[in-house]
């Protein structure tokens, strides 16, 4: 599949222990907010990580374009918006930003995540219900 899917929205609060010593969001925090929107995406169409996990299948960050753009602030009341530009067989690419209520970006991110074996920590096949369920989603 290539092409873009139906964009999925996160909200996200941004909280002190998110911030540095001048109440900006530490860079490194735009990564588990990141993070945290691809998850739910996956709950959203029914995949769970802990079953994943039983079977030995694990999804890794092979790849990561970011781009700060402005920063966030305590308090701020921000959305993960999360597409999928691609999807093949063992990998997949999200398109992620982090808006403020305006829309505005504040972080871009492009990630590249593979799916693998745990135990062997090679490339696997995404399993068919995933795909089926990710090319289906209007999240």
Same mark, same amino acid.
């Given at each position: 599949?290539?092409? @873009?899917?139906? &964009? +999925? ?24 907010? +990141? ?5 739910? /995406?996956?709950?959203?169409?029914? #995949?769970?990580?802990?079953? !994943?996990?039983?079977?030995? %299948?694990?999804?890794?960050? $092979?790849?990561?374009?970011?781009? +700060?753009?402005?920063? =966030? $602030?305590?308090?701020?009341? !921000?959305? #993960? ?7 093949? $067989?063992?990998? !997949?690419? +999200? @398109? *992620?930003? %982090?808006?403020?209520?305006?829309? *505005?970006?504040? @972080?871009? =991110?492009?990630?590249?995540? =593979? @799916? ?6 090679? &490339? ?5 219900? %995933? $795909?089926?369920? /990710? ?5």
């Amino acid at each position: 599949m290539s092409g @873009c899917s139906e &964009p +999925f929205k996160w909200p996200v609060t941004v909280y002190y222990e998110d911030t540095d010593a001048g109440g900006v969001v530490y860079h490194s925090n735009y990564l588990k907010f +990141f993070e945290r929107a691809r998850t739910e /995406l996956l709950r959203s169409v029914g #995949v769970s990580q802990n079953i !994943l996990l039983e079977q030995n %299948i694990g999804f890794v960050v $092979r790849h990561m374009d970011i781009d +700060f753009v402005q920063g =966030a $602030r305590l308090d701020d009341q !921000l959305q #993960v918006i999360t597409t999928i530009s691609e999807l093949k $067989r063992a990998s !997949l690419i +999200f @398109c *992620q930003e %982090i808006v403020n209520p305006d829309g *505005q970006a504040l @972080c871009k =991110a492009m990630v590249k995540v =593979a @799916c693998i074996d745990n135990q062997k920590m090679k &490339p696997k096949a995404m399993p068919t219900f %995933i $795909r089926a369920e /990710l090319t289906n989603s209007d999240s």
